[in-house]
């Protein structure tokens, strides 16, 4: 099978993030199975999701690992011109939710497996797929619990998220974090006497957005960057009940992405210090005022040195001078933390079209991938020892 025929099929199982991907797993056990290609699944407690970890080639030498995840974002509110869980072609694009992000990438490194299992590789080739990505890189923890418990691990990681066969070395962290803001409810016509939770909250959205701008100023820079500094940003606000009571409690969700040389801890310091001052003010109005901060998720950034030998490796397949680094978060940051595993991140597509309507990849892409992959395999054949 090709990567554009197993891209048709992947695209045709609807693994949002709130749904299960079994269904997709269990399609890609089969063709594994039918190849040979012994894997494990990782499921989540409830049994509704899981992890795939696949090994093409000789199992007591470390290999290079090729990781993505089979999760997409909803289609919701979209106005789509075209099926989005069915794969159309148009125009040299391959159009469907996930085509970029990142169905494409494992249709082409599902397509290296398979050619892989007919080769007589000296170094193996690993396939790592995870679960739930798109709401914090959640899945592949415990993926990488099992990868920590191996006596052999990947030599160097792939991952395929797009960035048009570009070889990206970094991407920043991400703290995603809840503020609780709590007042003192009252009848509006007597509000003074009350203390108002969403007052507190724009309160405290000022604050994140003086610390948005100390990071802007005074923050670290990393030029490779579109935005070269770390950033602040609210998605969400929710509080209230009807107009005419003060509300009590106020909910404010914000995010946190952070270039290397910027401390997470030290930006969430300054903004518990700043929670800290407004509710110092707001107790004398209401002693029980609080603002809670709590962390709802977070995953590390990803800063792989340029003249790294993983880097070198990745460009030598693929013919490439320079490098990048890409906005989004993935699973890289995870893997060199956590395994100190040296990480590239590598695929086809743009980020662009991802999260869109009529998302797609084109064919073009693809090819350059299947290309960059098969000058893997001859290296994996030849071996890396």
């Given amino acids: 099978m090709d990567s554009i025929e197993i891209l048709r099929k992947l695209i045709s199982f609807p693994t949002v993030s709130r749904d299960s991907n079994l269904e997709l797993i269990g399609y890609i056990g089969e063709l594994l199975d039918a190849h040979g290609i012994p894997f494990k699944l990782i499921q989540d407690e409830d049994r509704r999701k899981a992890n795939l970890f696949a090994t093409v080639g000789p199992t007591r030498r470390a290999g290079i690992m090729l990781s993505g995840h089979t999760d997409v974002v909803p289609v919701d509110g979209q106005n789509w011109s075209v099926p989005p869980f069915e794969m159309t072609e148009r125009n040299g694009r391959l159009h469907g939710r996930g085509a ?90 007597l509000a003074p006497l009350a203390l108002n939770a969403i007052h ?45 009571i003060v509300p009590n409690l106020c909910h404010v969700d914000f995010e ?38 709590d962390i709802v998720n977070a995953y590390p950034g990803l800063d792989t040195p340029g003249a790294s030998d993983a880097v070198q490796f990745v460009k030598s397949l693929i013919g490439a001078n320079g490098t990048i680094k890409v906005a989004f978060g993935t699973e890289g940051g995870l893997f060199d933390r956590d395994l100190a595993l040296p990480t590239v991140i590598c ?11 009529d998302e797609f990849v084109t064919i073009e892409q693809i090819c350059r991938c299947d290309a960059m992959l098969d000058a893997l395999l001859l290296r994996l054949a030849r071996g890396l020892d």
């Avoid at 695929?347 to 309507?357: E, L, R, T, V």
């Fill in 100 to 189: 970029a992000d990142m169905k494409g990438f494992i249709a082409s490194a599902l397509a290296a497996s398979l050619r892989a299992s007919k080769m007589e590789l000296n170094t193996p080739l690993y396939l790592a797929l995870s679960y739930d990505e798109e709401v914090g890189c959640l899945g592949v923890r415990s993926l990488i619990q099992m990868l920590a418990s191996t006596p052999v691990r990947p030599l160097l990681c792939i991952v395929g998220e797009p960035t048009g066969m570009a070889v990206a070395t970094g991407h920043k962290g991400k703290i995603a974090a809840r503020a609780t803001c709590v007042g003192r409810e009252g009848h509006s016509a």
């Fill in 200 to 244: 507190m909250g724009c309160d405290f959205v000022t604050a994140l957005r003086a610390e948005q701008d100390r990071l802007a100023k005074k923050g670290g820079r990393d030029g490779d960057y579109d935005i070269p500094y770390s950033t602040v940003h609210v998605g969400k606000m929710n509080a209230g009940v009807a107009l005419n």
């Fill in 256 to 293: 946190i992405r952070t270039v290397a040389t910027d401390d997470p801890e030290c930006i969430m310091a300054r903004l518990q210090h700043a929670a800290a001052m407004i509710v110092e003010s707001a107790a004398r109005t209401a002693p029980e005022a609080t603002i809670d901060i």
């Fill in 347 to 357: 695929g086809p597509g743009s980020m662009a079209q991802g999260h869109k309507p």
